[in-house]
């Protein structure tokens, strides 16, 4: 059985494929909307933990519309939501008999519902799977420490294979200056550079 899984090159989609390796054919999926150089990043983090990495080309529009979204809202969480969801989408539609993502259990963004889930599953005839669906932020920090090397900074420094890089590039195109903070709030962020015991 193959699953592929979405990939951001941080420490929960890669905990979610290192999860699921035992028992599924793991292939790290990567969606990128073109705009910046997101997928050279997940490549790389992929490389370090020794999983194939294959790039998705999702429509640039997709990123525009939730963009606009989240400049609306003056947060991000929605326009994160339409994105993820419509990735799952693309992903799904891909030859993989599964599909996974990071999502933990006490995410408030993105999150999939067993709604969406089942349609997702009878829509593409595809498993959906969340393996760290029962874990929440403490444990998944601590099977992370036991098993990943990450870096840890500003988003801006550190979140380059993930695709809320490419939105933040289209807010700041089509925005006022200042409008990435707005949305954005400061915080830090990981990137997996490596396996422990490698």
Do not use: C, W
């Amino acid at each position: 059985m193959d699953v592929g899984v979405l990939y951001s090159g941080g420490k929960d989609s890669t905990l979610a494929a290192l999860v699921l390796d035992p028992f599924y054919e793991v292939t790290l999926v990567s969606a990128t909307f073109g705009i910046t150089d997101a997928a050279d990043h997940a490549r790389e983090a992929a490389e370090a933990v020794d999983f194939p990495l294959e790039t998705v080309e999702v429509d640039e529009s997709v990123a525009r519309d939730a963009a606009a979204q989240m400049v609306e809202d003056g947060f991000p969480r929605n326009g994160i939501q339409q994105v993820h969801d419509h990735v799952l989408e693309v992903v799904a539609g891909e030859s993989f008999s599964a599909v996974a993502d990071g999502t933990r259990r006490d995410d408030r963004v993105p999150t999939v519902s067993r709604a969406q889930a089942q349609s997702l599953e009878d829509r593409h005839d595809v498993d959906y799977i969340a393996p760290l669906s029962g874990f929440g932020r403490g444990a998944v920090d601590d099977l992370v420490d036991e098993r990943l090397v990450v870096e840890e900074g500003p988003s801006e420094e550190i979140l380059k294979g993930d695709y809320e890089a490419e939105l933040r590039e289209v807010i700041r195109e089509e925005f006022e200056d200042g409008a990435v903070e707005d949305v954005f709030p400061a915080h830090d962020q990981t990137r997996v550079v490596g396996l422990r015991g490698r």
